[in-house]
């Protein structure tokens, strides 16, 4: 698994990323009230938006960790989106995206690196 | 001289003390002094009470009003009948001297209002949702073209001529810096061809703006244009007279996705322009595309029922950067004054308002019918308001109005093809005496 | 009990009120509109007058208004609105004309808007003004309408808007409706612009720079002409968000600090009401060479007559279809004869010394970030109560319970956790001490009973509400109840 100084985490299973956000991000945004995904088939390109997420006061934008195709997102956050609080690091994961580029995962931080960044 | 600063004499010196410096000028003291006014504002001395209103009263008496003359002008703002409850429940200073209810706890007086208003918006204009309210009728039409814009990802926007020829400038002032693109679809026989709309229709067109009833009086066949409009892919925007809703079918039913207009009929004052309120009600599936604020209903910790600002996530002032409407308030007591006029009113007065405006034009136009040398240039549907031909219409009116009757608007104000043509408007608050004095009054100086 | 929604009060053949009868002949409206225009069903409710009398009085009940206690929400002005103000704007030769009335039959009304429009000039030091815009943001947004012109005209190819970090939320949101960019400039130690970040992000695309100032923290940016000069010298202009006039009116102005385009919000610095959240009213005053931009139509006097003149070649448009929010503007003027040149100095002097008594014996309490002469406003910083478990909010929520509104919250954002309080000048010693009072009790009740700040309100109509809720299944119309 890696992360992005977005607060992101992103795992690769053969060449599809899953993508979420952190628990810390999950923390800081408090209370998630909608998920705007895009839709599959969609291109997205790293490091350039796909979709926002809305908290009860604020909202974010959700930065492409790597580039490619979404090939599914998650529907259940449509009617739940409290998925994301109860848990951002599985159930609560947003997209998966068929990796264009796998050299772009592998630029992405580390655990270590990330955590380094929350503090 | 005011009397709104309570502090005593004594109270300033402790409090000075406090502070820890001598004079209130100390506490200025970190302005430059070449940036510090030299001498005093060149303004009046102030006035008491009393002065005031004097010269204020005297001011306000030179000005001709709709009490001390007739009132037969429109275009965008009607001069309706107002029951006297609303004003009473205005000058409650819990409504009135209240902000933004950014504390739900103690703001559910405004926080309900505005649920009412919202539902009310809804249920008149036959739309899934509506927001807490926007400025005024031309700004909620902005806001609704930029919905269309966000929603579509398309620039280009079909606005009939028959929409209201003001709310186009304000189009053009604040729709065109972002890149919109506003095409004018011209007008025949009062009201626009569809055919025309169908030919300007492409996969870049955002949305189509037409007035329900329109400018001129006329009744679009808005159904017909909204299912085009969704055939491109596009929106179909209608701005419509809430009190017309009292009669005619809902935008909703005939295919709108978004309504926005001036709620200024429901009970405001003509204020000469303002303050006013404009409505923006829109189908389910542009919710987070509404501007502004909405209010929802939801429960408290003890889950008692009560009502909170929400959605605030798409609020300009949270997306800063990144927004895409200007709106930042809403227009709360003007949302409440018409809150209170739908609710005094009610199913059937709203009905009978809507009927009587109706009646009451239709017997204008036969009875103008007999008077020698008017025309009226159209021949389609109307509500509340139709085109006058009148022969030298800018000096009759003028004669008109020196006897005391506002006796339309010329339309070669806005339309250089209308010159002669006047718009008229009826309410349900002109009586039959009125209107036949109009008609004589007419016939008189046009064959005098 | 809560109050039932107008809706659930309605009784089948209730009539709130009566129209005089029908004195016309009638016709029947299907033999002029098409049947599939006619409506079919209205879902209004029906409802005596007295239902509605009390429905709405009750509901007012459930309010906080400056009426009933002290509402210190910063940078919202929250002063006493003068109730003879209401009635100069009731008077039927200002709320009963229309506006396409011919302008010789409104004189008064014109003469009224063009005194307003020089009286605010003279306060702002500005050469010319637009009454129209209907409140702050839009204020703002015609401001950047004027700018974008002025920079067309000159052929100047800018794209860019700086904003310091601590600008209000609506400066970024009006520059991305004109489509600037954001250039966001840090705050310096003291709570100003910080100079040497601007400098190193000043260009050539540099439209202008949109400043508050007092500032958001409620300091008084000493550098101002420097930083106006600096602006300047790439053709940019200086824009003044007029949030925070009330703390300095009659002591300087922004056109002697070198702005070039201020806006106002009548409804805070000129006590015209606030309304529940409007109608306000935000005029936009320029200096002369700015002047043809401005919106139109204008009020011009021809040594004779008032004359509403619409053709402005260069001008931005009407940015309302009206001459603006009339009757707010009447309070206003009210407002500024009765104060006049000694009141209106008079109410930021106040206003200020108000702020300052509060942030000096405050500060003792709770954190205070920028320890130096305010303004009209300070802010504190609720982070000192973290310990105990208890945040700002929290506090925000205590003082609901002692009948006080609570400070802005959580604005300006560059403080942790932080409490913007502006007292006004209306405020009397006593509520303020009671206020401070308060808001100390409080603070050792975050050490002692933290439960009491976490529970509370428990005095107000309602408790905490579920905002969740309220925004993953939106009810937002009786009619339409969320799956």
């Known amino acids: 698994m890696k992360f992005t100084k977005e607060h992101e985490w992103a795992k690769l299973e053969g060449d599809i990323v899953t993508i979420g956000i952190t628990d810390y991000a999950a923390h800081q945004l408090g209370d998630v009230v909608f998920v705007e995904l895009p839709s599959v088939g969609s291109k997205v390109t790293m490091g350039k938006t796909f979709g926002t997420i809305e908290s009860v006061k604020t909202v974010s934008d959700l930065y492409a960790p790597v580039g490619g195709e979404v090939v599914e997102v998650n529907e259940g956050l449509e009617g739940n989106p409290a998925m994301v609080n109860e848990s951002p690091m599985d159930a609560g994961w947003i997209v998966k995206i068929k990796v264009a580029d796998a050299k772009e995962f592998d630029s992405l931080l580390s655990e270590a690196d990330y955590k380094k960044i929350c503090e | ?375 009226f240039p159209f021949t389609g549907s109307f509500f509340h308001e139709l085109v006058v031909k009148i022969p030298n219409a800018r000096k009759v009116i003028g004669k008109m109005a020196k006897q005391g009757v506002f006796a339309g608007i010329p339309l070669d104000n806005w339309f250089s093809n209308l010159k002669d043509c006047v718009l008229v408007a009826v309410t349900e608050k002109r009586t039959k005496d009125e209107i036949d004095h109009y008609c004589n009054l007419l016939g008189g100086f046009i064959n005098g | 009990m809560a109050e039932p929604l107008i809706f659930d009060l309605s009784k089948d053949g209730c009539r709130g009120f009566t129209l005089p009868a029908l004195d016309v002949p009638e016709v029947d409206p299907a033999d002029h509109i098409p049947a599939r225009f006619l409506r079919q069903e209205l879902p209004l409710p029906s409802l005596s007058e007295l239902d509605v009398v009390r429905h709405f009085t009750r509901l007012s009940r459930l309010n906080h208004s400056v009426d009933i206690g002290f509402y210190p929400l910063g940078s919202c002005t929250m002063k006493y609105n003068p109730r003879v103000n209401e009635n100069m704007a009731r008077l039927a030769g200002f709320a009963n004309l229309h506006p396409q009335q011919p302008d010789e039959t409104v004189q008064g009304a014109l003469q009224m808007l063009k005194t307003l429009e020089e009286s605010l000039a003279e306060i702002t030091g500005m050469d010319a003004m637009t009454l129209q815009p209907a409140a702050g ?164 006097h021809d040594g004779k007559k008032y004359h509403l003149q619409t053709k402005c070649r260069e001008s931005v448009g009407p940015v309302l279809a009206s001459v603006g929010n009339f009757l707010v503007l009447v309070r206003a003027y009210a407002y500024i004869l009765v104060n006049g040149r000694e009141g209106l100095k008079n109410v930021s002097a106040y206003a200020v010394l108000n702020a300052n008594y509060m942030m000096q014996r405050l500060k003792k309490t709770f954190d205070l970030p920028y320890d130096r002469f305010c303004k009209h406003e300070f802010v504190l910083s609720g982070k000192g109560l973290a310990k105990y478990g208890v945040k700002t909010l929290d506090v925000a929520k205590r003082l609901l319970d002692f009948g006080f509104h609570a400070p802005t919250i959580y604005f300006p954002m560059i403080v942790e956790e932080s409490m913007m309080i502006e007292p006004t000048e209306t405020e009397s010693k006593g509520t303020l001490d009671c206020f401070i009072e308060a808001m100390e009790m409080i603070a050792r009740e975050a050490a002692e009973k933290p439960e009491n700040l976490k529970n509370a309100p428990t005095k107000t109509p309602v408790r905490r509400l579920d905002e969740a809720t309220a925004a993953r299944k939106p009810d937002i119309n009786y009619f339409q109840k969320p799956e």
Request: proline share 6%; net charge negative.
């Open chain 3, 137 to 300: 943001a839009q204020g703002e947004l015609t401001g950047l309408l004027i700018m974008l012109a002025y920079h067309r005209k000159k052929g100047n190819h800018k794209t860019k808007v700086m904003i310091p970090d601590s600008g209000h939320g609506t400066n970024p949101a009006s520059c991305a409706m004109v489509g600037y960019e954001v250039v966001n400039i840090k705050s310096d130690a003291r709570g100003g612009v910080d100079i040497e970040d601007l400098k190193s992000k000043l260009g050539p695309d540099i439209a202008g720079l949109m400043i508050t100032n007092p500032n958001t923290l409620g300091l008084f940016d000493e550098n101002i002409g420097e930083l106006a000069h600096l602006i300047h010298s790439v053709d940019g202009l200086v824009y003044y968000d007029g949030a925070n006039l009330n703390a300095i009116m009659g002591w300087t102005r922004p056109g002697d600090m070198g702005f070039d385009i201020v806006h106002l919000n009548l409804h805070k610095t000129f006590s015209t009401p606030h309304g529940g959240g409007g109608p306000g009213a935000g005029p936009v005053g320029v200096k002369k060479h700015l002047e043809p931009f401005l919106p139109n139509p204008r009020i011009q």
């Open chain 2, 1 to 375: 001289m005011a009397n709104y600063i309570p502090t005593t004499p004594a109270e300033l010196q402790e409090m000075l003390g406090a502070i820890g410096v001598k004079t209130v000028d100390d506490l200025f003291a970190e302005i430059p002094p070449e940036l510090r006014l030299q001498g005093e504002l060149n303004i009046p001395a102030g006035m008491s009470e009393p002065e005031m209103i004097r010269k204020v009263t005297r001011l306000a008496q030179t000005n001709e009003t709709v009490d001390n003359n007739v009132c037969f002008l429109g275009g965008g703002a009607y001069d309706h009948i107002i029951p006297s409850v609303i004003d009473h429940l205005l000058l409650r200073g819990d409504f009135f001297t209240a902000y933004t209810p950014y504390q739900p706890e103690v703001s559910q007086g405004t926080l309900q209002c505005i649920y009412e208003f919202q539902s009310l918006i809804s249920g008149l204009t036959g739309m899934d949702q509506a927001n807490a309210s926007m400025y005024e009728g031309a700004t909620a039409t902005v806001e609704a073209i930029n919905m269309a814009t966000a929603q579509t990802r398309r620039n280009r926007v079909l606005v009939l001529q028959t929409v209201n020829p003001e709310y186009r400038r304000v189009m053009s002032s604040l729709n065109t810096p972002l890149g919109v693109e506003l095409i004018s679809v011209p007008f025949e026989d009062g009201a626009v061809d569809p055919a025309k709309i169908q030919e300007a229709l492409n996969d870049q067109v955002a949305a189509v703006v037409m007035q329900y009833p329109n400018f001129l009086g006329g009744i679009e066949d808005i159904e017909k244009i909204s299912e085009m409009t969704h055939n491109a892919g596009a929106l179909s925007i209608v701005v419509a007279n809430p009190i017309a809703l009292g009669l005619l079918e809902t935008p909703g039913k005939l295919g709108a996705d978004i309504v926005a207009g001036e709620g200024q009929p429901l009970g405001i004052p003509l204020s000469y322009g303002g303050p006013y309120v404009g409505f923006l009600a829109a189908k389910k599936a542009l919710l987070r595309r509404m501007p502004g604020r909405i209010v929802g209903r939801t429960t408290d910790i003890d889950g008692k029922a009560g009502y909170v600002l929400t959605l605030q996530a798409r609020e300009q002032h949270i997306r800063r950067e990144k927004a895409s409407s200007n709106i930042c308030s809403n227009q709360a007591l003007m949302a409440l004054n018409t809150t209170i006029y739908m609710s005094l009113m009610g199913r059937e007065g709203i009905k009978e308002v809507a009927l009587q405006c109706f009646q009451k034009a239709h017997y204008l136009k036969r009875e103008l019918a007999k008077v020698e040398g008017v025309s």
